[in-house]
């Protein structure tokens, strides 16, 4: 019993440590008193902006306003620099003439160009009567036509009023002429060119090509060349078909397959 009562009465005797913190504070916010009371005192000695008797204590007073004068400045006009107007009189402005709408009723009247142009178009027409579909890109006319009667290739009469050839592009070349004077009579026999308007007395040849096979059979009949007359070409391609099939190839020919080339000039 007396061991406790000696220990609670050593606590009680020790020192408080709140005391220190207490003392610091109050030692911290005295200076900072003075300070704010020195800053003040200095600041009253030195230079006052604003106007003291404006509203609102010390503050300054300020007016707006719109613009700002500025001096102006005036000299004499440098020519160099500055537009300077011409003397010389402007020609007169052309004044454009006001385009009178036609009237909805009004029929109009052909104009010279467009009377020459269909002048000429009938022109063309009644000197090229045979022809009548559009030129090809690739396509090739002549006015007078080529002779057939050569020394590359020989050339019968056909029934039709004209003359029938083999061309010098064949396969056969200056060879084996009594094989090609047996083509040029056949085919010379079936050309009809009945159909034909009368009134055409002459046209460009027409060239069809076709290959001959070692049996006499023929294959690729197609028009090389046109004469602008659709019947005529039909009638030359037509006594190529009609004359097959030919004689076998002659002896001695290195190939199995022969192109030939035949020409058909009408000529009435």
Not at 20 to 41: D, E, K, N, P, Q
Not at 107 to 136: F, H, L, S
Request: net charge positive.
């Amino acid at each position: 019993m007396a061991v406790q009562m000696s220990s609670h009465i050593d606590v009680l005797e020790q020192r408080d440590p709140v005391r220190i913190s207490v003392l610091a504070s109050v030692g911290l916010h005295a200076m900072m008193f003075t300070a704010v009371l020195l800053s003040t005192s200095i600041g009253r000695r030195g230079t006052l902006w604003g106007d003291p008797n404006a509203l609102g204590g010390g503050a300054v007073g300020v007016t707006a306003v719109r613009q700002i004068p500025l001096r102006a400045r005036s000299g004499p006009a440098n020519p160099v620099a500055n537009d300077t107007e011409s003397r010389v009189p402007q020609p007169p402005k052309p004044q454009v003439k006001a385009v009178r709408a036609p009237e909805p009723d009004a029929i109009p009247i052909r104009g010279r160009k467009a009377r020459e142009r269909a002048a000429r178009v009938q022109q063309k027409q009644q000197t090229q009567p045979y022809r009548t579909q559009p030129d090809r890109p690739n396509q090739l006319y002549s006015s007078a036509g080529q002779a057939l009667s050569s020394s590359m290739y020989g050339s019968q009469a056909g029934s039709g009023g004209g003359k029938v050839g083999v061309g010098p592009r064949g396969s056969f070349g200056q060879r084996f002429g009594g094989y090609r004077d047996l083509l040029e009579q056949r085919v010379a026999q079936k050309w009809r060119t009945d159909d034909v308007d009368p009134r055409v007395q002459t046209a460009p040849p027409v060239i069809v090509t076709f290959d001959i096979l070692n049996s006499g059979q023929i294959r690729n009949v197609r028009i090389l060349q046109a004469s602008g007359n659709r019947v005529l070409d039909y009638s030359a391609q037509r006594a190529v078909y009609d004359a097959a099939p030919f004689p076998p190839l002659p002896q001695g020919f290195e190939r199995d397959t022969a192109q030939i080339e035949f020409w058909f000039q009408l000529k009435r």
